[in-house]
T-cell receptor, first 116, second 115 residues
Framework: AQTVTQSQPEMSVQEAETVTLSCTYDTSESDYYLFWYKQPPSRQMILVIRQEAYKQQNATENRFSVNFQKAAKSFSLKISDSQLGDAAMYFCAYRRRETSYDKVIFGPGTSLSVIP | NAGVTQTPKFQVLKTGQSMTLQCAQDMNHEYMSWYRQDPGMGLRLIHYSVGAGITDQGEVPNGYNVSRSTTEDFPLRLLSAAPSQTSVYFC??????????????FGAGTRLSVL
């Protein structure tokens, strides 16, 4: 069974600095998707970034980028120039690339604080 | 753009009471899912649906029922609430691409307390 692990329950970063959130996963599949979701205090789940396993290039969305290491089954999220609005819970998630519905497996989350 | 709408936002129940959490989406998505979120455990899948009339169990289905009579609506029913069901519940929908389900869109969540 697939699992997703986030080993950092809590992290903090100074405003304008860079922080990296870790995520590892376990799967025997070769083709899949990986996601980072952000959950601010409003509780809304917001997709931050998505990576397709068959793509070697790391995904980037503005200040958010990932370091995808397929062989190591690692998928870390880097937030550059951190802003107060980045304070939230961040969830790493995995889904197989199937032709029908397949379940998204979520990690336990990392709570990020941004210090002014 | 309504997206995924969940009601109510907050609910307090007594043990043994029943209730229905509502979820509606206006994006014509085939796939809909219910998750519960508990501290330190991320989101766990309760039930999901791949289309009207088709539902299946997720990781933690016990104590919950679902139905999908229309594409838009996917209610979650608690038959006899228990304190262990105190949680935050999220509904999500996604569209079917040629590679299966795609990005999930989440509702704002329902915070449920069972006393």
């Amino acid at each position: 069974a697939q699992t997703v692990t986030q080993s950092q329950p809590e992290m903090s970063v100074q405003e304008a600095e860079t922080v990296t959130l870790s995520c590892t996963y376990d799967t025997s599949e070769s083709d899949y998707y990986l996601f980072w979701y952000k959950q601010p205090p409003s509780r809304q789940m917001i997709l931050v970034i998505r990576q397709e396993a068959y793509k070697q290039q790391n995904a980037t969305e503005n200040r958010f980028s990932v370091n995808f290491q397929k062989a190591a089954k690692s998928f870390s999220l880097k937030i550059s120039d951190s802003q107060l609005g980045d304070a939230a819970m961040y969830f790493c998630a995995y889904r197989r690339r199937e032709t029908s519905y397949d379940k998204v497996i979520f990690g336990p989350g990392t709570s990020l604080s941004v210090i002014p | 753009n309504a997206g995924v709408t969940q009601t109510p936002k907050f609910q307090v129940l007594k043990t043994g009471q029943s209730m229905t959490l509502q979820c509606a989406q206006d994006m014509n998505h085939e796939y809909m899912s219910w998750y519960r979120q508990d501290p330190g455990m991320g989101l766990r899948l309760i039930h999901y649906s791949v289309g009207a009339g088709i539902t299946d169990q997720g990781e933690v289905p016990n104590g919950y029922n679902v139905s999908r009579s229309t594409t838009e609506d996917f209610p979650l029913r608690l038959l006899s609430a228990a304190p262990s069901q105190t949680s935050v519940y999220f509904c999500a929908s996604s569209y079917r691409s040629q590679w299966g389900s795609n990005i999930q869109y989440f509702g704002a969540g329902t915070r449920l307390s069972v006393l």
